[in-house]
């Protein structure tokens, strides 16, 4: 035999008179193989049934009536009871699917997703009551069968909820952190200017600001932009009467110029917990807040600090 480029080619040598050769194509052999295997699996089902079928009628012409009686008797009293402990295993995943869509819709109402109909009877195998079938209707081997079923459900819908749990757990922990993050700003405004180099707007030289001044009038609300820690409050030189909050993993943040304070150093703050007054104390020209965000110490653009977070922790890893 010898292959072409494509396909096969079979040459046939006889012991007399000329040689032929047979030119079979690639998706013919593939064909033929397909064939040959779907051939295969059903003379082994053929086989097994084949063989079930011996041993049932040499069960039914070995025995006497009364011994086959006995021998479906004892057939149908198996089935029974696995048929009772299917049951059991039934209701129990059941109680676990409900569970599970207990967790699953208590994890997505946390992190505002979309809900999911989890009804339990469109996941659980078999009817809304028990599962019941008539001994005649209902083989030993097809019982075992069944009850091997529902025990891998079983098994699966564990691994789920064990999942969701986990689920659970990294959801809290990702509100707790989310939370502690700095978002948006300490009141609404006009942000004049961002942060960056600028001329200052008093000693008229080169500045680079290390925040950004947001308008708020004189006795105005200035709220935490996260949960975290007062660790400072008082008069800070050119930055005035000012607060700084802790957040997490070297994030703080400050709130400069204000006229009065509502907390004190070790009270623990939450986003939006009103924090101090908007004012003009220190180097300031007008009413404002001058608002900082700092990772490890250093200052960075409130406007973009979402995607330097992001960076920041990603570093923190290697």
């Given at each position: 035999?010898?292959?072409?480029?494509?396909?096969?080619?079979?040459?046939?040598?006889?012991?007399?008179?000329?040689?032929?050769?047979?030119?079979?194509?690639?998706?013919?052999?593939?064909?033929?193989?397909?064939?040959?295997?779907?051939?295969?699996?059903?003379?082994?089902?053929?086989?097994?049934?084949?063989?079930?079928?011996?041993?049932?009628?040499?069960?039914?012409?070995?025995?006497?009536?009364?011994?086959?009686?006995?021998?479906?008797?004892?057939?149908?009293?198996?089935?029974?009871?696995?048929?009772?402990?299917?049951?059991?295993?039934?209701s129990a995943n059941?109680?676990?699917?409900?569970?599970?869509?207990?967790?699953?819709?208590?994890?997505?109402?946390?992190?505002?997703?979309?809900?999911?109909?989890?009804?339990?009877?469109?996941?659980?195998?078999?009817?809304?009551?028990?599962?019941?079938?008539?001994?005649?209707?209902?083989?030993?081997?097809?019982?075992?069968?069944?009850?091997?079923?529902?025990?891998?459900?079983?098994?699966?819908?564990?691994?789920?909820?064990?999942?969701?749990?986990?689920?659970?757990?990294?959801?809290?922990?990702?509100?707790?952190?989310?939370?502690?993050?700095?978002?948006?700003?300490?009141?609404?405004?006009?942000?004049?200017?961002?942060?960056?180099?600028?001329?200052?707007?008093?000693?008229?030289?080169?500045?680079?600001?290390?925040?950004?001044?947001?308008?708020?009038?004189?006795?105005?609300?200035?709220?935490?932009?996260?949960d975290g820690v007062?660790?400072?409050?008082?008069?800070?030189?050119?930055?005035?009467?000012?607060?700084?909050?802790?957040?997490?993993?070297?994030?703080?943040?400050?709130?400069?110029?204000?006229?009065?304070?509502?907390?004190?150093?070790?009270?623990?703050?939450?986003?939006?917990?009103?924090?101090?007054?908007?004012?003009?104390?220190?180097?300031?020209?007008?009413?404002?807040?001058?608002y900082e965000v700092?990772?490890?110490?250093?200052?960075?653009?409130?406007?973009?600090?979402?995607?330097?977070?992001?960076?920041?922790?990603?570093?923190?890893?290697?």
């Amino acid at each position: 035999m010898s292959k072409k480029a494509k396909g096969f080619s079979i040459v046939y040598i006889p012991t007399r008179g000329h040689s032929r050769s047979f030119h079979l194509s690639a998706f013919a052999m593939y064909i033929a193989i397909l064939l040959l295997l779907g051939s295969s699996y059903f003379i082994y089902q053929f086989y097994i049934s084949l063989q079930q079928l011996r041993t049932d009628y040499i069960t039914l012409t070995t025995f006497s009536e009364e011994e086959k009686q006995q021998i479906m008797s004892d057939e149908n009293h198996v089935i029974d009871q696995e048929i009772a402990a299917i049951n059991v295993i039934h209701s129990a995943n059941k109680e676990k699917m409900v569970v599970i869509a207990s967790q699953d819709k208590e994890n997505r109402s946390k992190l505002g997703l979309r809900t999911l109909d989890l009804n339990p009877d469109k996941f659980i195998t078999g009817d809304n009551k028990k599962i019941s079938y008539s001994n005649a209707s209902l083989s030993l081997q097809f019982t075992y069968m069944l009850k091997e079923k529902v025990q891998k459900q079983s098994s699966n819908l564990w691994k789920v909820n064990r999942t969701l749990e986990i689920a659970s757990n990294s959801a809290d922990e990702y509100l707790a952190q989310d939370a502690k993050t700095p978002k948006g700003y300490p009141c609404p405004g006009y942000i004049d200017p961002g942060f960056g180099w600028r001329t200052h707007p008093i000693f008229r030289i080169p500045d680079f600001h290390t925040g950004v001044d947001i308008s708020v009038p004189e006795g105005g609300n200035l709220i935490a932009t996260g949960d975290g820690v007062v660790t400072g409050t008082g008069y800070a030189g050119g930055y005035g009467i000012m607060v700084t909050v802790y957040h997490r993993d070297g994030i703080s943040t400050r709130y400069a110029h204000c006229s009065s304070v509502m907390v004190k150093q070790g009270d623990k703050v939450t986003r939006g917990k009103i924090i101090a007054k908007g004012g003009h104390t220190g180097t300031a020209t007008n009413d404002h807040v001058h608002y900082e965000v700092l990772i490890e110490g250093k200052p960075v653009d409130p406007v973009s600090f979402n995607a330097t977070i992001t960076e920041h922790s990603r570093s923190s890893r290697r």
